[in-house]
C-alpha cells in the first residue's frame, strides 16, 4: 500500500505563489510519474501537471508557463510551484502517483484545497 499526502495549500491572492507537496510512503520499488490534478465546483477533474521518472513534463494549456512540476526521488516527495495564480486556479488539487510495487499501481492523495482571491 502506498499513502500520498499533500501539503502547502491556502488562500492566497491573485498574482501570488505557492508549492504543494506530495509525499509517498509504503511499499514501492518505482515511480512510474506523479501527476497533478485539480477540480472545481461543478467541473470535472483536469489534469494540471504530470512528470514520468524520466523527468519528463507535460503541462495542462491554461498553466504552462505557471507552474512547474518535479519530483525529489530521495524525499519521494513531488512538488507543484504555482506562480502566477488566477482566480481560476482556485480547487482542490489531487496529487496521483502511478508506481511499480509488484504490479503496475495507482494512488491518490486526499486533495489540499487551493483558494485565489482576486
Known amino acids: 500500500q502506498v499513502q500520498l499526502v499533500e501539503s502547502g495549500g491556502g488562500l492566497v491572492q491573485a498574482g501570488g505563489s505557492l508549492r504543494l507537496s506530495c509525499a509517498a510512503s509504503g511499499s514501492f520499488s518505482s515511480l512510474n510519474s506523479m501527476g497533478w490534478y485539480r477540480q472545481a465546483p461543478r467541473n470535472q477533474r483536469e489534469l494540471v501537471a504530470v512528470?514520468?521518472?524520466?523527468?519528463?513534463?507535460n503541462y495542462a494549456d491554461s498553466v504552462k508557463g505557471r507552474f512547474t512540476i518535479s519530483y525529489d526521488n530521495a524525499k519521494n516527495t513531488g512538488y507543484l510551484q504555482m506562480n502566477s495564480l488566477k482566480p481560476e486556479d482556485t480547487a482542490v488539487y489531487y496529487c496521483n502517483a502511478d508506481v511499480f510495487a509488484g504490479l503496475r499501481r495507482n494512488y491518490w492523495g486526499q486533495g489540499t484545497q487551493v483558494t485565489v482571491s482576486s
Open positions: 512528470i514520468t521518472s524520466g523527468d519528463s513534463t
